[in-house]
């Protein structure tokens, strides 16, 4: 039974209140005499008139509509929704950080200034890099400081016919959109059947790309959680031509401890605290995609940078060869706060076992799933693997979009579909570390149930999902008709 939720203009009645004013015990004045008569409305706003009960019942019936780590699973983890713990929150919301004002002077903000002085200390150990900004939004931000930095390092040596990046074909989307951005053309790499970088293929885009390869961006593992074996001939390649590597951090939940993007031979990383260090950021709340460099990009680094002084920590903007300011004041401090929490309350050997199990889970579901789903590409996983419904699709009619509506019926939020694009009918599965086998067994029970369903009633996923206000919303016509207020004429 689909849940239905009235809207607060359609609760309540003319005249009910949940407040009552005090009686007025000062002479009343007329309106017009305090703003002007031209600025009275002729009619009254159309408010809602509801008691309190249904004010109160109306919101939590919607909060309860919100499906979040807290209440479930999230099979698209590290995406977005890595489980945030609420030491993290209760660490952010310490006086001495919440009641901060930002234009503080230096000498008023050491605690501040010291948890990100440290916290790019702790990156550039994790990431392998010398030095560490934190100022970029999120990941997407990250990635067009770091392109912004290997343009500037390119500038600076006279080669400013560097302007092709070479991206794989199965990328996020954001780094050919960042390359472009920042000024790039770009050149795909195809993947071989394998599922990683086609090495020859490489070797050919970087022989003809020549003097104009500004360099390669790369995830490593790949969005099919293959590792790339072949990274050290792939760096090797791309500082050959004179290019530099860039490391997509979106992936680093499954590396962490192991190995990191310096010793692959990466020049420059970004990091997404909310993927990584479980910052959340699921549903475009506040990110952070902090970039680290090795030695010879750090004069480009955005300022303002943080150093040592005899009056302690102390933000300089004197670096000639910076790349400028990217983000207003150091970055988004409260969300490197949580990520600065997570990184203290697991140390390092902590982090190593994060890494460890996020894997252990992700092959535990993919090796469950194996014999009933398709999975595209073999090879050992990480911490995601990507499994195909392109025979169901085939065969049934049943789709990838399917598949995920029909997990909404059974308690649970849809992976990352139709990604890499490289897949066909493909969906990424990314449990992270923090969920129990007990969850893990309940998610294969439900993706083998919808297996049975596309055998016996196909049309019931179709119809999907049932338990939800709205089952299948008109993508293509909400973003080009968006509905933005009531209508009163409804």
């Known amino acids: 039974m689909r849940k239905q939720t009235r809207l607060i203009f359609e609760m309540g009645a003319e005249g009910r209140r949940g407040y009552i004013f005090p009686a007025l015990d000062v002479p009343a004045q007329p309106l017009d005499d305090i703003v002007g008569e031209e600025n009275l409305r002729t009619a009254p706003p159309m408010l809602p008139s509801a008691a309190e009960i249904e004010v109160v019942r109306h919101f939590t019936a919607l ?6 780590v807290d209440t479930g699973f999230y099979p698209l983890g590290s995406c977005t929704m890595k489980y945030n713990p609420k030491i993290n929150e209760a660490v952010t919301a310490l006086p001495g950080f919440a009641d901060a004002h930002p234009c503080l002077p230096d000498k008023d903000a050491q605690g501040s200034l010291t948890v990100l002085h440290d916290m790019e200390k702790y990156l550039c150990a994790i990431c392998g890099m010398d030095a560490f900004t934190l ?8 990635e067009l400081t770091g392109l912004m930095l290997i343009a500037a390092y390119h500038q600076k040596r006279g080669d400013s016919a560097r302007k092709v990046v070479l991206i794989p074909d199965s990328a996020h989307g954001t780094n050919p959109a960042s390359a472009a951005l920042a000024g790039f053309t770009v050149r795909t790499v195809p993947s071989g059947s394998d599922g990683l ?3 020859p293929a490489l070797k050919v885009a970087a022989e003809e790309t020549g003097a104009e390869l500004a360099g390669l961006m790369l995830t490593n593992p790949n969005t099919l959680g293959l590792f790339e074996r072949d990274i050290l001939v792939i760096a090797d390649i791309v500082h050959g031509k004179g290019g530099l590597l860039y490391y997509d951090g979106a992936n680093l939940n499954a590396i962490m401890g192991h190995t990191s993007p310096g010793a692959m031979g990466f020049d420059v990383v970004h990091v997404n ?3 990584t260090f479980a910052t959340p950021h699921g549903g475009g709340g506040p990110g952070a995609g902090p970039v680290g460099v090795v030695k ?14 005899p009056q302690g920590l102390v933000t ?9 300011r990217i983000r207003s004041f150091y970055g988004n401090f409260g969300v490197v706060l949580k990520a600065y929490c997570y990184i203290l309350s697991n140390g390092a050997d902590g982090l190593k076992t994060v890494s460890e199990t996020a894997v252990l889970n992700a092959r535990y579901i993919k090796n469950a799933l194996k014999d009933v789903y398709e999975i595209p590409v073999e090879g050992d996983c990480l911490h995601e693997f990507v499994l195909s419904v392109a025979k169901m699709k085939d065969n049934d009619g049943v789709s990838a979009l399917d598949v995920a509506k029909a997990l ?25 570390e923090t969920e129990t086998v007990q969850t893990l067994d309940e998610f294969i029970a439900a993706m083998k149930d919808i297996v049975t369903a596309v055998k016996h009633n196909p049309q019931e996923l179709r119809n999907a999902p049932i338990n939800s206000p709205i089952a299948r919303p008109d993508d293509v016509r909400a973003v080009r008709q968006p509905i933005l207020k009531y209508n009163t004429n409804i």
């Open 273 to 275: 605290l909310h993927k």
């Open 135 to 142: 100022q970029p939004a999120a990941g997407a931000h990250g």
């Open 408 to 432: 909404i019926d059974r308690g649970f939020h849809p992976p990352t579909i139709y990604f890499p694009l490289i897949v066909r009918e493909g969906m990424m599965i990314e449990p992270t």
């Open 316 to 324: 300089s903007s004197n670096y000639p060869d910076t790349i400028g």
């Open 296 to 309: 010879a990009l750090e004069p480009f680094l955005p300022v303002p940078r943080i150093s040592s002084s």
């Open 63 to 68: 909060a309860d509509l919100n499906f979040g």
């Open 197 to 199: 970088v086609d090495i």
